[in-house]
């Protein structure tokens, strides 16, 4: 399988590097993380109607640019690098995959336009309580109610579900999996902010106690919701591939302007090693993000599956030792609140644990292998 980008895939990319460089500058990001929603909603509708970010996977028939996996985790990788605060994992990803995939053709027609345009801002609710994605956790039990449903139990750490204001909700029914939607108005729905690590992504915990929920979905959808999950994790490793390259860039290009005893302290062993290292690991995790997107684009549930796995894990680490190893060639000016290499720290951090840690990832891709 060929994973070289295309020349349109590279103007992709320098479009959206410029767009996040001027508009999400570390200034940016500093203010938006401190408060409670989170992100500019100027921003993201710019973001819809300049360079159609939101609508990306959207089908052109709904306002969407129609574009796949592939184009996905180059604009992820792009975001990664600016740690861009903003509901694109929740909305862009999640919610939009799950309509796609899991939900009937009518809440697709109302919701993924309004996803497209900016306007509307959704989540997937899939964690519970365990802290694992898989449809196959999912404990939550629909209950019919006359022509509607009643949602009793938890979703935990889902992206952005305390601003959302359409919320998508996997939970068992006699059937098997349903996916259902809920108001972010919705009575006996309570939606609070989790104290989390990174701030510069929002998570919330939803009690839901006999909430009216809509069911949008036919059958058992468990099949869509492992590929909306696996889209969404491979979406993910190649945001934290855009994380452990900009370490890297920070980490050598300080290397290479901080003198001590009057040399460059790259030119130390030292600190070579350290970069050289992060360097394998950074362009390995590009591997296997790649890997995953490409293999999306081909449509093999399986080879996605196996992929998206394998990305998770790596990149998760690879991220997390670059963001160390950043804070650590910068020395005591690495720890400072001041300087930017505790943001990407605290993202490789919690993007490494979202949707199940490097351990959990290897253990779902050795069962399936085995």
Known sequence: ?????????????????????????????????????????????????????????????????????????V??????????????????VLAANALLHAADEATRAEILPGIAAGRTIATLALAEDHGFSEPESITMRATPDRSSFRLEGVKNLVPDGHTADVILVAARTAEGVGLFRVDSAAARLERRLLPTLDLTRKLARLVFKGTPATRISTGDVTTGIRRTLALSIAALAAEQTGVA????????????TRLQFGRPIGSFQAIKHKCADMLVEVEFAKSAAYNAAFRAAEGDDEELLLAAHMAKAYCSEASF?????????????????EHAAHLYFKRARASAVLFGDAVHHRRCLADRVL
């Open 1 to 73: 399988m060929d994973l070289s980008f295309t020349e349109e895939h590279e103007e992709l990319r320098q479009t959206v590097r410029r767009f996040l460089e001027k508009e999400s500058p570390q200034t940016a990001v500093r203010g938006l993380m401190e408060t409670e929603r989170g992100y500019d909603d100027r921003l993201w509708l710019r973001m819809a109607e300049e360079i159609g970010l939101p609508g990306l996977v959207v089908p052109e028939s709904y306002g969407g640019t129609a574009l796949g996996p592939v184009e996905l985790a």
């Open 75 to 92: 604009v992820m990788e792009e975001m990664g690098r600016t740690l861009l605060c903003s509901p694109y994992l929740s909305t862009a």
């Open 245 to 256: 390259q900009r370490c890297l860039e920070m980490a050598t290009e300080y290397a290479r």
């Open 321 to 337: 030792h670059a963001a160390a190893e950043n804070i650590q060639i910068h020395g005591g000016m690495g720890f400072t609140w």
